[in-house]
């Protein structure tokens, strides 16, 4: 794996398709026995996510039903950093048990307000699937259920995740090179 450069930072190859394909089939494994009694709605969160979510459905043999959401983090013109709104969701979702798939869990910010919104929809429950976390940051008290890696507080991307906008394309993760 070579080193990239994206915009004006660079970064050095951290985790590889072999790791990624292996830890997206462990994942996809307990969800196929822990959910197989269920039919669960799988809530595909955008951008990031699209390329872990197409790997582990992928791997999913239990019936099932997807759908994807954006997530809105404005307060008048200006981003609050603070989720405000769910785009995107049109399924009735009350007594369901809903599957969130996320890229990352970074301080769990945008997890918690996420579940907070479907807790308001009644839905059965929820449960949470994120290919990457970051323990040190993280800072709330919502079970994560199915994690692929947990990793330091450094910025990556690739594998769904950008930097201003590239990178998502990348097959492999990278970590911000601060040397
Ligand atoms: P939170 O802090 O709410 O858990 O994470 C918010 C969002 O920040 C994530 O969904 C993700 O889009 C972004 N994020 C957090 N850590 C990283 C990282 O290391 N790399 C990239 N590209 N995005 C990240």
Same mark, same amino acid.
């Given at each position: 794996?070579?080193?990239?450069?994206?915009?004006? @930072?660079?970064?050095?190859?951290?985790?590889?398709?072999?790791?990624?394909?292996?830890?997206?089939?462990? +994942?996809?494994? @307990? +969800?196929?026995?822990?959910?197989?009694?269920?039919?669960?709605?799988?809530?595909?969160?955008?951008? &990031?996510?699209?390329?872990?979510?197409?790997?582990?459905? @992928?791997?999913?043999? +239990?019936?099932?039903?997807?759908?994807? +959401?954006?997530?809105?983090?404005?307060? &008048?013109?200006?981003?609050? &950093?603070?989720?405000?709104?769910?785009?995107?969701?049109?399924?009735?979702?009350? &007594?369901?048990?809903?599957?969130?798939?996320?890229?990352?869990?970074?301080t769990g910010v945008t997890l918690e307000k996420l579940v907070t919104l479907l807790t308001k929809k009644e839905v059965k429950q929820v449960k949470v699937a994120s290919f990457l976390l970051k323990p040190d940051a993280y800072k709330k008290n919502i079970i994560v259920d199915y994690v692929g890696i947990k990793i330091p507080n450094d910025f990556v991307v690739g594998y769904g995740l950008d930097y201003d906008g590239l990178g998502r394309n990348m097959k492999e993760i990278f970590v911000l090179n601060t040397k």
């Open positions: 794996m070579q080193s990239i450069v994206l915009k004006d @930072k660079s970064f050095v190859p951290y985790i590889t398709a072999e790791t990624i394909s292996e830890q997206v089939k462990v +994942i996809a494994q @307990k +969800i196929n026995s822990d959910l197989v009694n269920e039919t669960p709605l799988f809530l595909v969160v955008l951008n &990031g996510s699209f390329m872990f979510a197409a790997d582990l459905l @992928k791997e999913v043999t +239990i019936p099932c039903e997807i759908s994807f +959401i954006k997530l809105a983090s404005y307060y &008048g013109t200006t981003s609050s &950093g603070v989720v405000t709104e769910m785009i995107g969701l049109t399924e009735d979702v009350k &007594g369901r048990t809903v599957v969130i798939i996320e890229d990352i869990v970074d």
